[in-house]
């Protein structure tokens, strides 16, 4: 399985970026898709997740209502659409695979991970 992320980017407080992963050699049945951040210093968070069977979502509190993730089925693509950004959203994005549909963000359900892709959020 291999995880492709990219969209990150230089953003001002209150902007948006759209996030994409592109995922190879994973079937979607019965698997999960998750973004994860971590910021310097920080532990690393469980941002998002969308599960393949009826493409169910899990946020995380602190971007509850401002994120989004949305998977294309054609493309093998998952999104995620960050909107009203905040300078403490600055962190290296990751996404990675589950090969089950687990409905959570915590690391240890995921076992393919991507490179990460910056997001930096400037007040």
């Known amino acids: 399985v291999q995880l492709q992320a990219s969209g990150g980017g230089l953003v001002q407080a209150g902007g948006s970026l759209r996030l994409s992963c592109a995922v190879s050699?994973?079937?979607?049945?019965?698997?999960?898709i998750a973004w994860f951040r971590q910021a310097p210093g920080k532990e690393r968070e469980g941002v998002a997740c969308?599960?393949?069977?009826?493409?169910?979502?899990v946020y995380s509190d602190s971007v509850q209502g401002r994120f989004a993730i949305s998977r294309d089925h054609a493309k093998n693509t998952v999104y995620l659409q960050m909107d009203n950004l905040k300078p403490e959203d600055t962190a290296l994005y990751y996404c990675?695979?589950?090969?089950?549909?687990?409905?959570?963000?915590?690391?240890?359900?995921?076992?393919?991970w991507g490179q990460g892709t910056q997001v930096t959020v400037s007040s």
């Open positions: 990675a695979a589950s090969h089950r549909s687990v409905f959570s963000v915590v690391a240890e359900n995921y076992v393919s």
């Open positions: 969308i599960v393949s069977d009826n493409d169910g979502t």
């Open positions: 050699g994973l079937t979607f049945g019965n698997s999960a």
